[in-house]
């Protein structure tokens, strides 16, 4: 009885691995291999919660930790939907000011001051800075934007407004107009704006910032002269929504096959900006509209957000802006008042797996399967590091499957690889998420544990790895 035990266990234990898998490393970057932008993962702060955000450790400490893995920090867009509910006050000694019955709250109506933008210019990275045009008053955002001009040395551009196709028909820009609200009246109230205000700041300006209208669309009724006065196109995106009690759904978002599909719709716009000279970035996007219910914050949202990072690049995406709502109301933030999130952990390997010596990226994999491969290549062409992922779903319960990758096409003279693996008890989790076998964060975002590398045989210029459903790894090459 004991032997027909072993044996079955043995046979479980076979039939929990899946076929291996092979993958071929280019010994040289392809044509085909995208650039990377030093900040291709990005971080977006909303308008309101933004002077909370610098007065948390863990903001200073997560962007800091993502900077040194990637050699330059994020960018950080500033804005959202309380952009177009702010209101410049030069003589305001705040930051911002308002009134809200619940902290978790987001306020209908706020003025902000010249500290806002102090504490704006203190930031490390670039600094795309939103402001309003909903409300069309447009001589106090001039005041802001030549403030931020003269105050901000690391202003990158300027967005006037917030996915302007939502706006109410009472919106005072839209009453002002008197012509109703359309995707070209809008381009045409955009290109008014930048023109007037880039006779006090020049030609810094963020075009589109819209969700459901298409920004490659908007480009075209902006004109060449319109344009010309753009430094990027923003486009935002959200593969879920939570909204009004919509269903997400966690297997979905994060699969492979679906990530490839949802992030090809923006490879014509990417080319379409990148003809006009300027940039194209998701300027806000995360997993789900409305915080993202229950998958958000989740370790499959971390490892989605690996996938769908590298998917952007692939697409010629220039930077993804990941947003951070109202702190601590925010199921989709990667930190908050006095934790880090399972999703920043996806953040930070992602950072890793591209490094500071990371020039261009190739997908390894036909993107149809659940199996994810990349590799990273620095400026010699030369693949530095692999990435594998299964993205297969692991709810917690049963058997946890593996999948066998042979990678082949390494230095025929190794013996031996290392490797760095992230993984978390299941898809689901929100906590015990670890990179490198112990290594996690506190809840100021400073590092805790140690981070342990495997050891990968080589062969024949031939490993395989193992990669359980639900988790990632990194071969070193």
């Known amino acids: 009885m004991a032997s027909k035990n072993r044996v079955l266990r043995l046979l479980s234990g076979l039939l929990s691995v899946s076929l291996c898998r092979a993958i071929a490393i280019p010994s040289s970057a392809p044509a085909s291999a995208a650039p990377l932008d030093p900040s291709l993962l990005s971080v977006s702060l909303e308008f309101f919660a933004f002077p909370g955000y610098t007065a948390l450790p863990a903001t200073a400490n997560c962007l800091a930790n993502l900077a040194a893995l990637r050699g330059a920090p994020p960018a950080v867009r500033i804005g959202g939907t309380t952009q177009d509910r702010a209101t410049f006050f030069p003589g305001l000694n705040e930051a911002v000011n308002y009134t809200v019955a619940s902290p978790a709250d987001a306020p209908d109506s ?11 210019a203190q930031l490390p990275g670039e600094v795309t800075l939103g402001l309003n045009r909903q409300l069309d008053n447009q001589s106090a955002s001039l005041a802001a934007a ?50 007037t205000f880039s006779r006090s700041v020049g030609s810094v300006f963020q075009g589109a910032v819209t969700l459901s209208w298409s920004a490659g669309e908007t480009l075209t009724l902006l004109g060449t002269d319109g344009a010309a006065l753009l430094k990027s196109l923003s486009r935002h995106s959200y593969p879920q929504s939570a909204c009004g009690g919509a269903a997400t759904n966690l297997p979905s978002l994060m699969s492979h096959s679906g990530i490839v ?44 957000i690996v996938d769908y990072v590298l998917q952007g690049a692939l697409n010629g995406v220039d930077r993804l802006y990941f947003h951070q709502g109202t702190i601590s109301n925010c199921a989709y933030c990667f930190w908050g008042q006095t934790s880090v999130f399972a999703p920043y952990y996806g953040a930070a390997f992602v950072s890793e797996f591209l490094g500071s010596d990371g020039a261009t990226l190739a997908m ?50 190794t ?27 506190t809840g100021a975002c400073t590092r805790s544990g140690t981070q342990a590398m495997e050891s990968v ?12 459903a639900s988790e990632a790894l990194i071969v070193f090459v």
């Open 110 to 120: 706020l003025m902000f001051g010249p500290p806002f933008m102090q504490l704006a």
């Open 146 to 195: 030549v403030l931020a001009k003269q105050t901000m040395p690391n202003l990158f551009a300027f967005e006037l407004g917030n996915e302007p196709e939502f706006y109410a028909s009472n919106s005072p820009i839209i009453v002002a107009g008197g012509q109703g609200w359309s995707q070209s009246v809008d381009a045409a109230s955009q290109k008014s704006w930048f023109e």
């Open 261 to 304: 599909s949802y992030t090809r719709q923006y490879r014509s716009e990417a080319a379409q900006a990148h003809a006009a000279g300027i940039k194209y970035f998701l300027g806000e996007t995360n997993s789900a509209t409305c915080g993202g219910g229950g998958i958000s914050p989740t370790f499959g949202a971390a490892l989605w």
């Open 364 to 413: 390894l994999d036909d993107g149809t399967g659940a199996i994810a491969a990349y590799a990273v290549f620095n400026t010699a062409g030369r693949p530095v590091r692999v990435l594998v992922i299964n993205s297969s779903y692991y709810s917690g319960t049963g058997t946890r499957a593996t999948s066998a990758v042979v990678l082949s096409g390494l230095s025929a003279g």
């Open 415 to 441: 013996t031996t690889a290392q490797a760095k693996r992230m993984t978390a008890p299941s898809a689901p989790a929100t906590s015990g998420v670890t990179i490198g076998g112990s290594a996690s964060f």
């Open 457 to 468: 045989a080589v062969s024949g210029g031939s490993a395989t790895v193992s990669v359980r």
